[in-house]
């Protein structure tokens, strides 16, 4: 999908483009040196952790791009939105949240708003925190974690929604197996960034023409194949409540 995008903004600014994928993590973890300080990187992909904590350093690494991935699910109503799903067995006995005390918890790493810190918001509800698991560990990725549960390896997962139903629909015993236990959200979808020092005008241009992406046939139907009805408009105020939560509720990931 990334691709499709990165090939589609080369094409309509009339720019090259290379594409960096960093599979371990989400977004640069906190304290790190990230590539858009460093200008290694004009745009990014990557989870709204990673995001809020980039945009309060000082000075800012990088800023919101307006424009935002709409998916196909139904429950978004339009909206630049996803949802977090807990998956088990379904053959588990884990029938609530509660029961998964003492239980086994795969994620698929510690930027991820829906694998990870989706967790951690439900477990502070019942004033718990990671030690309500018997065992956690980190899977490669959100595909990952579903076979960590398919395999018996976890007994449970958040999973980002749109990842979910983009594996059900490649492999549909995955559907028969697995079981959502919970579903958390919508949380915002995971935002399209720009580094700080970018030019203004090319940010203007970049977000506009990702607006028009859907308008014309080819890319229409390039974004279909994953998932995606277009890219919609998206601000600061979208994210806004999760930002909060994340500054109230886990002030040391920062």
């Known amino acids: 999908m990334f691709e499709v995008v990165g090939q589609y903004l080369a094409s309509a600014l009339d720019l090259s483009a290379t594409l960096e994928s960093e599979t371990s993590v989400s977004a640069p973890l906190p304290g790190?040196?990230?590539?858009?300080?460093?200008?290694?990187?004009?745009?990014?992909?990557?989870?709204?952790?990673?995001?809020?904590?980039?945009?309060?350093?000082?000075?800012?690494?990088?800023?919101?791009?307006?424009?935002?991935?709409?998916?196909?699910?139904?429950?978004?109503?339009?909206?630049?939105?996803y949802f977090a799903e807990l998956v088990v067995r379904r053959d588990s006995r884990f029938e609530r949240f509660a029961d998964l005390r003492h239980g086994r918890w795969a994620y698929n790493d510690p930027c991820s708003l829906s694998g990870y810190f989706s967790m951690l918001e439900p477990?502070?509800?019942?004033?718990?925190?990671?030690?309500?698991?018997?065992?956690?560990?980190?899977?490669?990725?959100?595909?990952?974690?579903?076979?960590?549960?398919?395999?018996?390896?976890?007994?449970?997962?958040?999973?980002?929604?749109?990842v979910l139903r983009r594996c059900m629909r490649e492999d549909a015993s995955i559907e028969r197996e697995l079981r959502v236990l919970e579903t958390w959200g919508p949380f915002p979808i995971q935002p399209i960034v720009v580094r700080t020092g970018l030019d203004r005008d090319l940010r203007h241009e970049l977000a506009s023409n990702l607006l028009?992406?859907?308008?014309?046939?080819?890319?229409?139907?390039?974004?279909?194949?994953?998932?995606?009805?277009?890219?919609?408009?998206?601000?600061?105020?979208d994210l806004e409540n999760e930002r909060r939560v994340f500054q109230r509720c886990f002030p040391q990931r920062y």
């Not at 000082?58 to 800023?63: G, I, K, N, T, W």
């Not at 698991?133 to 018996?152: G, K, P």
């Not at 014309?216 to 601000?235: C, F, K, N, P």
């Open 32 to 81: 790190e040196i990230d590539p858009f300080s460093s200008n290694r990187a004009d745009v990014g992909f990557l989870c709204a952790p990673g995001y809020f904590w980039l945009s309060e350093r000082v000075p800012p690494a990088v800023e919101l791009v307006p424009a935002a991935f709409q998916f196909d699910d139904p429950r978004t109503c339009g909206k630049p939105v």
């Open 212 to 237: 028009r992406m859907h308008e014309t046939e080819r890319w229409q139907r390039a974004l279909a194949m994953h998932g995606v009805r277009r890219l919609v408009t998206i601000s600061e105020g």
């Open 123 to 162: 477990l502070m509800r019942i004033c718990e925190d990671e030690r309500f698991f018997r065992t956690r560990f980190q899977a490669a990725a959100s595909d990952d974690v579903i076979h960590a549960v398919l395999e018996d390896r976890a007994d449970c997962g958040a999973v980002d929604s749109n």
